[in-house]
């Protein structure tokens, strides 16, 4: 069974510009989470999304935005690039919308902004 | 705020067992206690979690104590590969996301 895929798995951009990622979740799961992890900042939640609503969003402004398609994957875009955006970004994806349910995470997308 | 403590750093011999602790001392009787490691340059791992009672899998032990205030995870024999940042998380209906502290980095020495 395929993991969680995410593309690309570099990407370079400059400040100002505009950054999308995609993710595709392991067959047969419906919710999509992201994640930031930034040098020295740990992994921080970003964005979960079920059945293609945003379900819940962590401490980031909202040029950090996405959507979930009706095929169950999923695009963090970030607007505006700034020098601090440069990190992992990790999605992860879960079978089930319960407190126990694992999440598993793909090999993420390191984004760096010059 | 990730309510959990952990060590920053722990330091195991090859072949030895491992136990890594988690303070949890405002954890809330609806709330699972997680595991997941990430090993360098990866994605984090799923390792084992569980709510009240000592949980095993084939990676490794979860054991809780009575009160729920603290946890430790029990690697059996480490290995080389099992070097990685190990992150203790609290899990509850809030929002479903996880939320990461610090983690301890565990050393395995051949």
């Known amino acids: 069974e395929a993991g969680v895929t995410q593309s690309p798995t570099h990407l370079i951009k400059t400040r100002g510009q505009q950054a999308t990622l995609r993710c595709s979740p392991i067959?047969?799961?419906?919710?999509v989470y992201w994640y930031q992890q930034a040098l020295g900042l740990g992994l921080q939640f970003l964005l979960w999304?079920?059945?293609?609503?945003?379900?819940n969003r962590g401490n980031f402004p909202p040029r950090f935005s996405g959507r979930q398609f009706p095929n169950y994957s999923s695009e963090l875009n970030v607007n505006a690039l700034e020098l601090e955006d440069s990190a992992l970004y990790l999605c992860a994806s879960s079978l089930l919308v319960k407190p126990q349910e694992t999440q598993y995470f793909g090999p993420g997308t390191r984004l760096l902004v010059l | 705020d990730a309510k959990t403590t952990q060590p920053n750093s722990m330091e195991s011999n090859e072949e030895e067992p491992v136990h890594l602790p988690c303070n949890h001392s405002t954890i809330s009787g609806t709330d699972y206690i997680h595991w997941y490691r990430q090993l360098p340059s990866q994605g984090p791992e799923y390792v084992i979690h569980?709510?009240?009672s000592n949980v095993n899998n084939r990676m490794a032990s979860l054991a809780i104590a009575e009160d729920r205030k603290s946890s430790t995870l029990i690697l059996h024999r480490a290995t080389l590969r099992d070097a990685a940042v190990y992150y203790c998380i609290r899990s509850n209906n809030a929002g479903n996301m996880l939320t990461f502290g610090g983690g301890t980095r565990l050393m395995v020495k051949p």
């Open positions: 569980g709510l009240t």
């Open positions: 067959s047969g799961h419906t919710s």
């Open positions: 999304y079920d059945e293609g609503e945003e379900r």
